[in-house]
């Protein structure tokens, strides 16, 4: 992996205009001390099996308490999961942006004390294990 610092804003453009000019690029804006983890992972010391439990009952308590506030219902749990999370509960899964800006604007939302804080970019291809290949941290 990669890793280039970054002082300003304006370096941040700067690298974002020379270095990712491909349109299959994702990005994230976290933490330097977290994995590349979802929330529920990060949270939740438990098996995986657990996990799922755990999921799927935080999942429906939610979908429950939602369904008076919806104009329309998600048409699946993939779409109920991305709602859940977006409204704080931890999701197995992981938010990432086509926009370079929005990434960082995650970084800089909460600055930690101590950490600087990194983009992870990568490339939308998988590889034959059905994982995303992290190219660079910036």
């Not at 369904?67 to 409204?87: S, T, Y």
């Not at 960082?104 to 994982?131: D, G, Q, Y």
């Amino acid at each position: 992996m990669i890793t280039k610092q970054i002082a300003s804003f304006s370096d941040y453009a700067k690298f974002i205009s020379d270095e990712c000019d491909e349109d299959n690029l994702l990005f994230r804006g976290q933490q330097r001390d977290w994995k590349l983890l979802p929330k529920v992972g990060r949270l939740c010391p438990y098996e995986n099996n657990d996990l799922d439990k755990i999921e799927c009952l935080m999942l429906d308590s939610f979908k429950k308490q939602a369904i008076p506030f919806l104009n329309r219902l998600p048409e699946n749990d993939w779409d109920w999961l991305a709602l859940a999370q977006h409204h704080g509960m931890a999701t197995r899964l992981l938010d990432w942006t086509l926009n370079p800006f929005a990434a960082i604007w995650f970084v800089i939302e909460k600055p930690a004390l101590e950490n600087r804080l990194p983009i992870c970019r990568i490339k939308r291809t998988m590889n034959r294990s059905n994982k995303w290949n992290v190219i660079n941290t910036v």
